[in-house]
């Protein structure tokens, strides 16, 4: 049986998780790289990067308050998004947060070297394995230790920045935008990263007190306070040092502090960047081995992962796993590199975040926060447009490993996740809703398009019942409409005969033909007139009719492939594609009065034309129509499917049933007619098949190819499929 966690984190301890996330790398490292990017415009980027964070701040606090839950983003965006999207946040996230605690073990050793003479790595790996058993013990632990580090080290910042304001010369400040906007957007993109802590907090949000209250007010108040911080630091390190004389430095806050605070403050900030570097590292390493936790509680990954521990009341696994991955990367991967790596699918991470919050609100999960977000939508937009603008300026090799980080977690999907998992995200059942409104648009649009003259096209010889079935069949199509059926053989003769002498004469079939067209016309009560038609090409000839006549629909006999057909092409797929019209393509077993009208769902919403076929049938013989869709899918989806049938049943003049294809072999009540989609070949082309494949009920089938112009548009039909 699975644990829940201590609720033992109050306000202060948020506030010192997110906080100490932050300032580490961000002030200590960064600055001096950021400097030569931009010029003495880095403190515009640090403003910026704080300001387009907020929106997934907002979002995050929402969502956590939502879902005071361990696993942070990975819980949002799997909850949101889906289990691929959740695997990819969760792995990514989870890697990218090792990858920085990493970064900040390993970059506060070169401000330690200015004192001792200490070897890097071990020192490194020392305090790694430190902060792994801290996490180990507790998070009471951990929140209290990071509560202590943040004190001390904010208040030696804050002696730099009082001590130093007083030595800022404003000739430092020259050429303040000479780098333009594009060096300020990219020493934006650089220093965002230096934000990315601010919500770390809400991974261990099943672990705080009052979720509702301290979870907004730790993300906001960390975000707001290190801002300004952030800000006032830099613009005062700019201001006392010649320009760049810190540009590059690996220690550029200790080169800063010796020119106004002499040893004395050099020895403080020191201090102060071992203690924010190891907090980074300590709040890393807290937050990252939620991930694993959370996604092994919702088998995204072993089991074993989200074990807690008798002893600690811990996630002991998790955090082990976590702490072999750090240790690893310090040892034997080039962190910084690696980091900027990480920091790209971090940004990418913030805009899923606002994407994830959109898909709670729009969609059907039981979603209610203590906390909303000001300004929705466009807070949420705005996040996932600067979050794309900033993955530009991250630079070629930052997006390619972003890409190879995700291409890894969807593999993970595929091999593991996906045979265990049969869930969706809000994001999917929000999707899956619109197209559902949307094909009910298209239902009233065809409805309200009268189908006035069917060309019902005889292209050989058949006995007379199914001469009759076909011809019942569009009468009965036409009929509510007050339209009428234009019967027609067509007959094909070889090239070398000319067409004059073939046409000249009507044969005995022929005027029989054209007896039996006019008794069924009078006994079904429909105009029914009767035509030949005598051609080198039947496929051309029935377009050219068509197209001629103005049809609304053919309506053909389509009989099973055979070897010549499969090998040089059906004619009547020809048909099909150059038709100027709908077509109806009629598997014919008899018809005779069908009152049990079936539409089968393949792949996406109920075509149209397929209801509006069926409506038609169905009120000629004072039958039903019934709706057949797949059972198969999550509760999610059958609700949405639910709810979308129920809305066409609204919109029909005859009693619908809706009936689940059954996924266990069973099979329903066998229909008088079934009528459904044809495939579509560009779909085909695009996902390598052809749908799943329809009932074979026992009746006549008919399937339904709309013109060109009613069809949607490939981008529309796969996103059909990919959500039916």
């Known amino acids: 049986m699975v644990k829940d966690l201590e609720r033992d984190l109050g306000l202060p301890s948020v506030l010192a998780i997110s906080i100490g996330a932050m300032i580490g790398s961000g002030i200590f490292i960064l600055p001096a790289l950021a400097l030569e990017i931009a010029g003495p415009a880095v403190i515009l980027a640090y403003a910026l990067a704080g300001i387009l964070v907020v929106p997934a701040a907002l979002s995050k606090s929402e969502m956590a308050t939502a879902m005071p839950e361990a696993g942070g983003s990975y819980i949002y965006i799997e909850r949101g998004m889906g289990p691929l999207l959740g695997t990819i946040a969760g792995l990514g996230t989870w890697f990218s947060l090792s990858f920085k605690g990493a970064l900040a073990l390993v970059g506060g050793v070169p401000y330690l070297l200015l004192l001792f003479d200490l070897p890097l790595k071990p020192v490194a790996l020392g305090l790694a394995a430190v902060l792994i058993l801290i996490n180990v013990f507790g998070a009471k632990q951990t929140g209290r230790l990071q509560v202590a580090i943040v004190v001390v080290m904010l208040a030696a910042l804050g002696w730099f920045t009082a001590g130093s304001v007083s030595g800022v010369q404003s000739a430092n400040y020259a050429g303040f935008l000479d780098a333009g906007l594009g060096g300020v957007l990219a020493a934006t993109g650089l220093v965002f990263v230096s934000y990315a802590g601010v919500t770390k907090v809400a991974s261990v949000a099943e672990e705080v007190e009052d979720p509702g209250r301290n979870i907004p007010l730790g993300i906001l108040g960390s975000l707001a306070f290190t801002t300004v911080l952030y800000v006032a630091i830099v613009a005062v390190l700019v201001g006392i040092t010649d320009p760049g004389s810190v540009a590059g430095s690996l220690t550029p806050v200790a080169v800063a502090a010796e020119v106004t605070l002499g040893s004395a403050g050099v020895v403080a900030i020191i201090a102060a960047a071992i203690l924010a570097l190891v907090s980074t590292a300590n709040a890393g390493i807290l937050s990252s081995s939620r991930y694993p936790f959370a996604m092994s509680r919702d088998r995204l990954a072993p089991p074993s992962l989200a074990a807690v521990s008798d002893r600690f009341g811990t996630p002991v696994a998790a955090i082990t796993l976590t702490g072999v991955v750090l240790l690893l990367l310090i040892a034997f991967v080039p962190i910084l590199e690696i980091a900027k790596l990480a920091s790209a699918f971090q940004i990418l991470v913030f805009a899923l975040i606002n994407a994830a919050l959109v898909a709670f609100r729009e969609g059907s999960a039981d979603y209610d926060p203590e906390f909303t977000s000001p300004l929705y939508p466009w807070t949420q937009i705005a996040g996932v447009v600067t979050g794309g603008l900033l993955l530009t300026q991250m630079g070629t090799v930052a997006l390619a490993g972003a890409v190879v980080i995700t291409l890894a977690s969807v593999v993970w999907y595929l091999v593991y996740v996906r045979p265990r998992v049969r869930r969706e995200g809000a994001a999917t ?135 010549r057909s499969r090998l040089f092409a059906d004619p009547i797929d020809w048909v099909v594609r150059h038709a100027p019209c709908d077509v109806l393509l009629v598997d014919n077993l008899g018809y005779d009065r069908p009152r049990q009208v079936t539409v089968a769902g393949e792949g996406g919403p109920h075509p149209p034309l397929a209801v509006t076929v069926a409506e038609a049938v169905a009120e000629s013989n004072g039958g039903n129509v019934s709706l057949w869709y797949p059972a198969d899918g999550s509760e999610e989806h059958r609700e949405t499917i639910d709810d979308y049938q129920s809305s066409i049943s609204e919109l029909l003049s005859v009693p619908v049933q809706t009936e689940s294809l059954r996924s266990d072999g069973g099979r329903l009540p066998r229909p008088d007619l079934l009528v459904h989609r044809g495939a579509d070949r560009r779909l085909r082309a695009a996902l390598f098949d052809g749908g799943p494949p329809s009932p074979s009920p026992g009746c006549t089938t008919v399937t339904v190819y709309p013109h060109d112009s009613r069809r949607p548009s490939l981008a529309r039909r796969i996103l059909e499929r990919a959500v039916f």
């Open 429 to 563: 059942d929000a999707i899956r809703r619109q197209v559902g409104r949307n094909a009910l648009t298209d239902v009233e649009s065809a409805a309200a398009d009268a189908t006035r003259e069917v060309l019902v096209a005889f292209t050989k010889a058949v006995d007379e019942d199914r001469e009759r079935a076909l011809v019942e069949l569009a009468a009965d199509v036409v009929r509510p409409d007050g339209g009428r059926v234009v019967a027609v053989r067509f007959e094909e003769i070889p090239d070398q005969a000319p067409l004059i002498e073939d046409a000249a004469d009507q044969s005995s079939a022929d005027l029989a033909f054209e007896t039996r067209m006019a008794a069924l016309g009078e006994e079904l009560a429909v105009d029914v007139e009767a035509d030949e038609i005598v051609s080198h090409d039947t496929k051309h000839a029935v377009v050219n009719f068509a197209a001629d006549r103005g049809m609304d629909t053919i309506l053909a006999e389509h009989e099973p492939l055979r070897l």
